[in-house]
């Protein structure tokens, strides 16, 4: 009797794939984050505007 049939098996077999998108969203998401508070405690990116 075979376990590896019906609607199971289609999760089953994109599970791996989704496993990875959704890795790699978080990680696009971390790193977006990082960056975005980095560039702004940055000095060089938010001088002062000339005339201010």
Do not use: D, H
Not at 1 to 25: C, H, Y
Not at 37 to 45: E, H, I, S, V
């Amino acid at each position: 009797m075979e376990q590896n049939v019906g609607g199971r098996r289609g999760l089953m077999m994109l599970s791996p794939a989704l496993l990875a998108v959704f890795g790699g969203f978080l990680g696009m998401l971390w790193f977006e984050t990082i960056v975005y508070l980095g560039l702004r405690k940055c000095r060089f990116a938010n001088r002062a505007k000339p005339g201010e």
